[in-house]
C-alpha cells in the first residue's frame, strides 16, 4: 500500500513534511561523505599520509546519514517491503496488515532503542567517552545520541501512519 492510498490526517499533515526537510537535508550527508572519502584516498594514494580522524568521520557521517533516512523513508514509503503477498490483497486487508505490523512489530522496536538508548548516550557522555584509535575523534556520544534521535523522528513517522491507516480503516481518528 502506498502512501498516496491512504487519506491524510491533520496530524500527518503537520508530521509528514517535518520529516521529509529532515530527509532532504540529511541527504546532502552524502555528498560530503563522498567528498570526504575522495580526499581521503587522494591524501593516502598520492601524499601516502592516512588520516584516522577522515576515516572515522567517515563512519560517522554514513551512520547519521543512515540513521536520519529511516524516518524519511518510512514517510515516504520508500523502504523496502515484501510485497509478493500483500499486493494481491484487498485495500482494506493491508491496511489491517499495516496496523498489526506497526503496532505490533515496529512500536515495541522503536520502544526497545528509546528505552536503551538514552542510557547509552548518557554513560558516554558521563565518562567522556572517545575514539579509541591515536588520533581519532572525541565526543563518541554525539554519534550514539543520533540512535534515540533517528528513532524519535522514526516514532513521528510511525505516529503519522498509524493515524492515516486508523482514517482509513475506521473513518474517525476520535
Known sequence: MSALDLPQTRTSRLIDPFLQ????????LWLLLLLIIVGNVVLRYAF???????????WHIYSFGFLLGLAYAFQADAHI???VVSERLQPRTRAWL???GLILGLLPFIALFLIHG????QQSWAVGEVSQA??????RWFIKAVL????ALLLLAVWSRLTRVWLFLFGDLR
Request: net charge negative.
Open 118 to 121: 538514552l542510557p547509552f548516550v
Open 21 to 28: 526537510h529532515v530527509g532532504e537535508a540529511a541527504s546532502w
Open 81 to 83: 517491503r515484501v510485497d
Open 98 to 100: 499495516e496496523l498489526y
Open 134 to 139: 591515536p588520533g581519532g575523534l572525541p565526543y
Open 148 to 151: 534515540p534521535f533517528s528513532f
Open 48 to 58: 601516502e599520509e592516512g588520516r584516522i580522524e577522515l576515516e572515522e568521520i567517515q
